[in-house]
């Protein structure tokens, strides 16, 4: 049974261990490391800078195996009604068996209901088509009136897809 609990430090080794190339980190994380491959430290000091942070939750899924998955909520505006996922990702050997639906089902239950959102975004590269159907599969659909943002990533444009889900 998979489940959810506050990300700890210890967690961030296992966490980046799963970021098998360049490729793979820059659609996970975008452009918020400068440099690839980062550490756990490297991880854990940039979630050390949301510390006092009220609006900002990275969790951690677990199962009778151990760790197999990761996000971060966080909330994007002052009144604490929208809040984005980030940083979602899920243990290779686990990949395409559902724990990353699972996982984010998990959240957006917990997002809706404890901590009252009105409203869950994200952001996904056009050319991560696994995790833009698993988004899909959960409900989250293109969010209206959003401004196409394009990143430079490797050499390449990549657009980024806005996507929203509501209770």
Same mark, same amino acid.
């Given at each position: 049974?998979?489940?959810?609990?506050?990300?700890?430090?210890?967690?961030?080794?296992?966490?980046?261990?799963?970021?098998?190339?360049?490729?793979?980190?820059?659609?996970?994380?975008?452009?918020?490391?400068?440099?690839?491959?980062?550490?756990?430290?490297?991880?854990?000091?940039?979630?050390?800078?949301?510390?006092?942070?009220?609006?900002?939750?990275?969790?951690?899924?677990?199962?009778?195996?151990?760790?197999?998955?990761?996000?971060?909520?966080?909330?994007?505006?002052?009144?604490?009604?929208?809040? &984005?996922?980030? !940083?979602? %990702?899920? @243990?290779? *050997? $686990?990949?395409?068996? =559902?724990?990353?639906?699972?996982?984010? +089902?998990?959240?957006? &239950?917990?997002? !809706?209901? %404890?901590? @009252?959102? *009105? $409203?869950?975004?994200? =952001?996904?590269?056009?050319?991560?088509? +696994?995790?833009?159907?698993?988004?899909?599969?959960?409900?989250?659909?293109?969010?209206?009136?959003?401004?196409?943002?394009?990143?430079?990533?490797?050499?390449?444009?990549?657009?980024?897809?806005?996507?929203?889900?509501?209770?």
């Amino acid at each position: 049974m998979l489940r959810l609990r506050p990300y700890k430090v210890c967690d961030a080794e296992t966490i980046v261990s799963w970021i098998g190339d360049e490729r793979a980190f820059r659609q996970w994380s975008a452009d918020r490391f400068p440099a690839y491959p980062i550490t756990g430290d490297d991880l854990n000091r940039y979630y050390e800078s949301f510390a006092q942070n009220d609006s900002f939750y990275p969790m951690t899924a677990f199962d009778e195996s151990g760790v197999v998955g990761h996000l971060i909520l966080r909330f994007t505006d002052e009144k604490k009604s929208v809040l &984005r996922f980030g !940083f979602v %990702i899920v @243990k290779r *050997e $686990k990949r395409g068996k =559902g724990y990353g639906k699972e996982m984010l +089902a998990l959240a957006a &239950r917990y997002a !809706f209901d %404890i901590l @009252k959102a *009105e $409203k869950i975004t994200l =952001g996904v590269f056009e050319n991560n088509e +696994a995790a833009e159907r698993c988004y899909r599969s959960l409900g989250f659909r293109d969010a209206a009136g959003k401004k196409e943002t394009v990143y430079s990533m490797l050499g390449e444009d990549w657009k980024c897809l806005e996507l929203e889900l509501l209770p």
